[in-house]
């Protein structure tokens, strides 16, 4: 029998055996209770003297990693409490590969290719993998209390066959999924105007494995007041570019019948997902249009292939990206604010992309639902989009960065810990604001993902590129040891130096760092980072020479 992988309702419940109060909100004791219980496990641990391993896995945003950088899980039993928490709306285990090639429908049969058509076709299908595991449309629903709660009135593919306990744990992911396809909770009626919008966020499991959640919000066509639908389709691949493209197609045959989406969703199950830079073709069938050909294509770059920088540095001046870049590099605790979901799910994810190579460790909740806002009140570092009708409950906190991403704000930064400013090294972010300056307001996708990283992936460059001459190993084969002492006090700048000391005291850098160590000596130079590394030390080789 196939096991199920568990719903983390069960991973936070209060070790102390509290019953739950009549009327008592089940997340916020959860909640709490895990706070209570982390404070317990870091004061034991201090007391004993125990090395802790500080690894974490990404807790919500979806992000590709490159071969430089890895993901390990983590133990659930050293689990601090935020990712305890971030990690609440995880999704079911994956089936093995018997229950797997049971449920989902067969490939469809192609002829024998030859040996160099078999290679190119590896090449186009290197990821291995398919583009979603179901889809799902959910609306508000009038109770019998006269509220719209929000529930799934469609799902493709069904899941049959199910044991009773595997049943119950899809069960409690699909409620999960209503919570952040309609985060503002029961607060809705029917509408004769509704702007689509498209938003992301992600379900991360205990293991760290992620699921990509895409959302497509709409008012169905028709006439008179109605209530809006959410399409939202799981995937375990990170692209959010390519996925507003496959809900433009679902809105197209909504319009005509919720019955056409199911043999588009059908060719696009059976597909599967292209390697970065190739193209894969869906035959589709429209009513009064034909069967058509419909082309995704899969940007290069796959670590840039779930972001959308412009929204970022729409909302943003560059000086004022440059703050949050600066708390979050720190690993503080930072809140966007905005009405619309999608420019919530999109600044927080280009901010964690910022961060490349390195990755956001803690808590990431691109939307925060109503009944979590209570997220908020965490001691521990975490990247937080919570909507403009809740932000009188963020201005109560202290010791964060808020941050107003609407329109008409009468300010940028809300609450601030006074220092963002001076955290960067000055001549490294003057470097970083003349590299923005190559960008404009007209600037295409395309443009602001060759500009954005090449101003900031020099920053950690010239930070932190020369860690590979402080990982010693005592042979080939041998496990690396960072010699952190020394690799701060080579750092000649004493504005550099400053910064560097606090950035190694984050889990960011550790992570990475213990990945270098363990990385074998094979692969030694062959990451993004190394090759970017070398391609800037190269340059100033030249540069010294023609001086």
């Not at 999960?176 to 607060?187: I, S």
């Not at 197609?249 to 830079?277: H, N």
């Not at 220092?419 to 590299?435: G, N």
């Amino acid at each position: 029998m196939t096991s199920s992988r568990r719903w983390m309702f069960s991973s936070v419940r209060s070790r102390t055996g509290l019953s739950l109060d009549e009327g008592e909100n089940p997340f916020r004791r959860r909640l709490f209770s895990s706070f209570r219980s982390d404070r317990r496990e870091r004061s034991s641990e201090g007391e004993d003297g125990v090395e802790i391993d500080k690894r974490r896995s990404f807790s919500d945003g979806g992000l590709e990693t490159n071969k430089g950088v890895f993901l390990p899980g983590e133990d659930q039993q050293d689990m601090g409490a935020m990712k305890r928490f971030s990690t609440l709306f995880t999704s079911f285990r994956g089936k093995v590969n018997k229950d797997r090639t049971s449920k989902e429908p067969d490939l469809p049969a192609s002829t024998e290719l030859s040996p160099v058509e078999e290679k190119a076709k590896e090449q186009r299908y290197a990821s291995g993998q398919f583009f979603f595991e179901y889809l799902v449309v959910v609306r508000p629903k009038k109770t019998t209390d006269g509220i719209y709660e929000p529930q799934i009135i469609y799902q493709f593919p069904k899941k049959d066959g199910m044991v009773r306990f595997q049943r119950e744990e899809e069960e409690k992911t699909l409620k999960a999924l209503t919570l952040f396809c309609f985060p503002e909770g029961v607060n809705w009626a029917p509408l004769t105007e509704y702007p689509s919008e498209t938003f992301s966020f992600v379900l991360t499991d205990v293991d760290g494995s992620r699921k990509n959640g895409y959302c497509r919000r709409l008012l169905p066509y028709g006439k008179g007041a109605r209530l809006p639908e959410a399409y939202c389709i799981i995937s375990n691949v990170a692209c959010f570019g390519l996925f507003s493209k496959i809900f433009d197609e679902v809105e197209q045959r909504r319009k005509i019948s919720m019955a056409m989406i199911y043999p588009f969703m059908q060719s696009l199950r059976e597909a599967a997902f292209p390697a970065p830079g190739h193209t894969v073709n869906i035959k589709s069938f429209i009513p009064e249009r034909g069967t058509e050909i419909i082309s995704l294509t899969r940007p290069t770059d796959s670590w840039l292939e779930h972001v959308d920088f412009s929204t970022l540095f729409r909302c943003l001046s560059d000086e004022a990206v440059l703050k949050v870049f600066a708390a979050a590099v720190l690993e503080r605790r930072i809140i966007f604010i905005a009405e619309e979901l999608g420019t919530l799910s999109q600044v927080i994810h280009a901010v964690a992309v910022l961060l490349h190579p390195f990755i956001w460790q803690h808590t990431l909740i691109s939307i925060v639902p109503e009944i979590l806002i209570d997220v908020i009140m965490a001691p521990t570092p975490y990247l937080l989009g919570v909507q403009k009708r809740f932000a009188d409950q963020v201005t109560d906190q202290t010791e964060l960065l808020v941050v107003d991403l609407s329109e008409g704000r009468k300010e940028t930064f809300i609450k601030c810990m006074g220092d963002e400013d001076t955290i960067l090294p000055h001549k490294l972010k003057e470097e970083i604001k003349q590299a923005l300056s190559a960008k404009n307001e007209k600037s295409s996708l395309e443009e602001l993902n060759r500009v954005v990283p090449e101003a900031f992936l020099p920053f950690f460059i010239k930070t932190v590129g020369h860690f590979a001459k402080h990982i010693v190993r005592n042979g080939k084969d041998k496990r690396g040891e960072f010699h952190q002492t020394h690799f701060c006090k080579a750092i000649e700048s004493k504005s550099t130096r400053r910064f560097v000391k606090k950035f190694v005291q984050t889990q960011m850098f550790d992570l990475f760092v213990q990945e270098m160590e363990q990385r074998p000596v094979s692969q030694d130079g062959t990451g993004f980072f190394d090759k970017k590394i070398a391609e800037y030390q190269r340059k100033m080789r030249e540069k010294a020479k023609k001086h």
